[in-house]
């Protein structure tokens, strides 16, 4: 008897040390936002260290993140992909979830590109490197003149 009792009590131990565990794995992710977040708040998001948060507060004193797209304009070291795996991890913005960018955020770059005036073409500046440096004397380099040896 009293060696079932003492089984039921490591399966009843072994279970309470593993359900809160098991139901933290399905918990969904703690929601931060990024704009009222402080930076040691921001790096309990994962993927968030202390250089990216300290990014997002010094950038947020400027002015609120007004969506996700204004976010990853105005983040250095941020994009489209890293904001999309952030929000998955728990940030929001003004309480969204990402949900993409914006056609017209989103082609801003490729717009800028075709709009911008050609380059002129010009004489080139030589470039500095080997090539274009003095040239040295080689060692193994046959002499203008030959040696006569006696």
Same mark, same amino acid.
């Given at each position: 008897?009293?060696?079932? %009792? %003492? %089984?039921?009590?490591? @399966?009843?131990?072994?279970?309470?040390?593993?359900?809160?565990?098991?139901?933290?794995? =399905?918990? $969904?992710?703690?929601? @931060?936002?990024?704009?009222?977040?402080?930076?040691?708040?921001?790096?309990?998001? $994962?993927?968030?260290?202390?250089?990216?948060?300290? =990014?997002? @507060? /010094?950038?947020?004193?400027?002015?609120?993140?007004?969506?996700?797209?204004?976010?990853?304009?105005?983040?250095?070291?941020?994009?489209?992909?890293?904001?999309?795996?952030?929000?998955?991890?728990?940030? /929001?913005?003004?309480?969204?979830?990402?949900?993409?960018?914006? =056609?017209?955020?989103?082609?801003?770059?490729? &717009?800028?590109?075709?709009?911008?005036?050609? &380059?002129?073409?010009?004489?080139?500046?030589?470039?500095?490197?080997?090539?274009?440096?003095? &040239?040295?004397? &080689?060692?193994?380099?046959?002499?203008?003149?030959?040696l006569i040896r006696f």
């Amino acid at each position: 008897m009293p060696r079932c %009792f %003492f %089984f039921q009590i490591l @399966v009843w131990l072994a279970l309470v040390g593993v359900m809160p565990a098991a139901a933290a794995a =399905r918990m $969904p992710p703690a929601l @931060v936002d990024a704009n009222h977040a402080d930076a040691v708040r921001l790096m309990t998001v $994962p993927g968030i260290g202390p250089g990216m948060a300290a =990014r997002l @507060v /010094t950038v947020r004193q400027q002015g609120p993140y007004r969506n996700w797209a204004d976010l990853v304009q105005r983040v250095a070291g941020l994009g489209a992909a890293r904001a999309q795996a952030l929000s998955a991890a728990g940030l /929001t913005v003004n309480g969204l979830p990402w949900q993409g960018l914006p =056609r017209a955020a989103a082609r801003t770059g490729a &717009r800028q590109k075709a709009e911008s005036p050609p &380059r002129e073409a010009g004489p080139r500046a030589p470039r500095a490197g080997k090539r274009n440096g003095p &040239r040295k004397a &080689r060692r193994d380099a046959a002499p203008s003149a030959p040696l006569i040896r006696f």
